[in-house]
């Protein structure tokens, strides 16, 4: 089992940055995709952003491509999503997953690639 823990989450105005940490703990991080998601109030959970297990090939969904950034730190146990030019539009609970598959660098956009979720963090972007 692995247990991750969201961060940095806040209220922000449209145009701000901001960046979430999710901390991994248990289980092998170093060999995983990680994942970031979104759910706002009454929509579905939707896919923002995923890294590979080593870092190198980073996968956004359209609606943050260009404005988002995910990383990571394998030394930590952490990866990172940096937010900038933020929108009202962008306002969610923001998740992180760990994959369930293991060393590989397939894109992984679909929820049920994911077995482990955080509790979540909420962010707030005000016109």
């Known amino acids: 089992q692995v247990q991750l823990v969201e961060s940095g989450g806040g209220l922000v105005q449209a145009g701000d940055s901001l960046r979430l940490s999710c901390a991994a703990y248990g289980r092998t991080f170093s060999s995983r995709t990680m994942g970031w998601f979104r759910q706002a109030p009454g929509k579905e959970r939707e896919f923002v952003a995923s890294?590979?297990?080593?870092?190198?090939?980073?996968y956004y969904a359209d609606s943050v491509k260009g404005r988002f950034t995910i990383s990571r730190d394998n030394t930590k146990n952490t990866v990172y999503l940096q937010m900038s030019s933020l929108k009202p539009e962008d306002t969610a609970v923001y998740y992180c997953?760990?994959?369930?598959?293991?060393?590989?660098?397939?894109?992984?956009?679909?929820?049920?690639?994911?077995?482990?979720w955080g509790q979540g963090t909420q962010v707030t972007v005000s016109s």
């Open positions: 890294v590979s297990y080593n870092g190198r090939r980073a």
């Open positions: 997953a760990t994959s369930r598959f293991t060393d590989s660098t397939r894109i992984m956009p679909a929820r049920d690639d994911y077995d482990s």
